[in-house]
């Protein structure tokens, strides 16, 4: 720390500290009769907000965006929240707060969030297939914010396919010994030719624990 006389002013600023160290202050006074009493003593954090984020990336995973950025430098005081927004398809961006909520404390330190894919196609966002899901961030500490990061992007709107409907009792295959089923494919398939079919079903318990009884049905 650089050591100061003659201090005439209202006004101090203590330089080469260390960033992340809290020090004492104290101040004392003097006129050509002494020195005061000392005044009160603070403690100070050396510290200031965080430096800028780096872009986000935002990837698909099943059917999820998944958004993930790297750490900010903290300068002294730790992150405490992040601000996640989502580009809208107005080009203005949103909060979404059920899956990134910045002030949740396992998203600050795992420094990713997840939202589903459907959430991004209603209302605010109304995104369609094959738009971007592009993001940007501010990180927080108790100092203040950090610059807006710039825009970060990867993942592009994918659709699943709409629930299979009109699920019946296929008469022409039921035996006692057997059971056949048909169904219609839903309204959409989500921009993309439905590639198979999943099976469940609950073992003949009558309960609405399913299992898996067949994959890649086609």
Known sequence: MTLATLVNEL??????????NTYKFRVEARNRFGFSAYSQVISILCAAEPDK???PTTT?????????????????????????????ADGTFTNELVGCDGSKQTIVSETQC???LATLT???FILVFGDAVAVKITAYNIYGESLESDVGSGATIQLVPDPPINLANNLL????????????????????????YEIWYDQ???????????????
């Not at 006004?11 to 992340?20: C, I, W, Y």
């Not at 698909?60 to 989502?86: F, H, L």
Request: charged share 15%; net charge negative; proline share 7%.
């Open 11 to 20: 006004t101090f600023t203590a330089t080469a500290l260390v960033s992340g």
């Open 53 to 55: 984020p780096a872009p």
């Open 60 to 88: 698909v995973v099943s059917d999820q965006v998944v958004i993930k950025w790297t750490r900010s430098v903290e300068n002294g005081a730790p992150i405490t929240k992040y601000n996640i927004k989502i580009r809208k």
């Open 114 to 116: 997840t939202v589903p």
């Open 122 to 124: 209603e209302l605010p």
């Open 173 to 196: 295959t039921t035996l006692d010994d057997r059971i056949g089923i048909t169904w219609e494919d839903g309204p959409s398939n989500g921009g993309s030719q439905i590639i198979d």
């Open 204 to 218: 003949g318990l009558q309960t609405n624990q399913f299992v898996i009884l067949y994959s890649a049905v086609t």
